[in-house]
């Protein structure tokens, strides 16, 4: 049974019919002992009747009217019976009168000596008919120090009690099957309802499948939260990853860019041999990158031991590699960093965020591009600097997300920033930008821990 409800359903229809079941069976005994009750209390009523008319002559003869107490018990067959039995010492306990409605009937006796007063019940029978019986003891004295022990034996036909019993039992069965019935459609709206929300989370996925909705939103029980949170987490997980994969492949290109310009411009204006270092060097660049842009994609953070990487030799390779894309700009690249200054950072890495930085300079810069380096107690920061028309205060936390460009109708995609910032960010440094105070262009600046 693969239907979460269905099991439900058939677990409350399993306890509901044990449950009536039982109810039923505890009610049909309450019944049944009140109904005998009631007829032992009837037929005691008659034993006392029966006392107030019986007589014993001198003789210690048992003597009744004419006229009973009970008047069905002039009537034979009426299902009402009266006896009394003899049953002093040395007697055989046969009864000594009987009443008209036993004409033609024998009753059997079996003798049970009772005290005077004390009551017996039973139920017995008479041929296929089912009868109560109430035998009660008393010691009759009918003259000074004489008495006599009787037995008087009533008897009443059990075919009103279980006429009484049948019906009550119909009206059970027909009032717990309604009960039950109602109980049973509670039962499964109370289900409609509980699992409702269950409900509502294929339906949610598939608004989020469709692009209609972020993630799993709306109240859900308590209960259904760690589900939904971890489904949540799941799918931003899984878009992340995504959206992961797709940086990877915007930064990749984008940092293909500059090898491939260094390679169209030594085209055409380089020797042969020129060319074929360029084209060698500026390859092996491309290797590098791909590997890094790959390593990249494949982790989600960065940590882990790194070597350290000089930071002047590193600029002097990028410095040189952009003077032959910009060589139309002939740029002033001064380098204004300790030639044995060293990061702990990874190469890929810091090639990817000098170079995005310097080639935004040398885009937008005029003449000259100035790359500064200090530390701090705690910090350390590398500056670029340009000549060029420099960031406006609007633009400088736009500028930073991804497809983004200050000036749309200049040439490139808007990441190149983003990466920064992103790289920044997973090292625990930040990215500023403000105005060159010396050349009036932009001013970039990296801000990294001490560590790094």
């Known amino acids: 049974m693969n239907s979460l409800k269905a099991r439900l359903v058939l677990a409350g229809v399993m306890i509901l019919a044990a449950f009536l079941g039982l109810t039923g069976l505890a009610l049909d005994q309450a019944f049944q002992a009140s109904a005998r009750e009631g007829v032992r209390a009837k037929l005691q009523a008659q034993v006392y009747g029966l006392l107030g008319a019986l007589e014993l002559d001198a003789g210690g003869r048992v003597q009744m009217p004419d006229q009973y107490p009970d008047q069905r018990l002039q009537q034979p067959g009426s299902g009402s019976y009266a006896q009394v039995i003899a049953a002093g010492p040395g007697q055989s306990a046969a009864p000594v009168w009987s009443s008209r409605s036993l004409l033609g009937r024998e009753l059997g006796y079996h003798h049970v000596p009772l005290d005077s007063g004390q009551i017996h019940f039973e139920r017995t029978a008479l041929g296929r008919d089912g009868l109560f019986e109430l035998r009660f003891g008393v010691v009759w004295e009918y003259a000074p120090a004489r008495s006599r022990e009787l037995v008087l034996r009533v008897l009443e036909s ?245 497809g983004v460009r200050a000036d749309e109708a200049a040439p490139g995609h808007g990441i190149g920033l983003a990466m920064v910032r992103d790289i920044v960010q997973a090292y625990g440094g930040r990215l500023e930008i403000d105005a060159s105070a010396e050349l009036g262009g932009a001013r970039l600046v990296l801000v990294l821990p001490r560590k790094a």
């Open 158 to 402: 059990d075919a009103a009690y279980r006429g009484q019993l049948w019906q009550f039992r119909r009206s059970l069965v027909l009032w717990l099957g309604v009960a039950g019935a109602i109980l049973l459609l509670m039962q499964v709206l109370v289900l409609q309802w509980g699992l409702r929300p269950l409900r509502r989370i294929p339906a949610d996925l598939q608004r989020i499948h469709a692009g209609e909705a972020e993630a799993l939103g709306g109240h859900y029980p308590h209960e259904l939260r760690p589900l939904t949170e971890n489904l949540n987490e799941f799918i931003r997980a899984e878009r992340t990853r995504g959206q992961r994969y797709r940086d990877a492949m915007a930064d990749l290109a984008h940092s293909l860019k500059t090898p491939l310009a260094v390679i169209r411009g030594a085209v055409g204006q380089s020797r042969e041999a020129e060319l074929n270092q360029v084209i060698g060097e500026q390859t092996a660049r491309m290797q590098e990158i791909v590997d890094y842009q790959l390593q990249r994609a494949a982790l989600a953070g960065r940590g882990g031991l790194r070597k350290r990487v000089n930071l002047y030799t590193t600029l002097q390779r990028i410095t040189d590699s952009l003077s032959k894309v910009y060589a139309d700009k002939q740029l002033d690249f001064e380098l204004r960093v300790d030639p044995a200054q060293e990061l702990a950072i990874e190469v890929g890495d810091l090639m990817e965020l000098l170079g995005n930085l310097l080639d935004n300079a040398c885009k937008w810069a005029v003449a000259r591009v100035r790359v500064s380096a200090g530390i701090d107690a705690a910090e350390l920061w590398l500056s670029v600097e340009d000549d060029g028309p420099g960031i406006g205060a609007a633009d400088r936390v736009r500028i930073l997300q991804r």
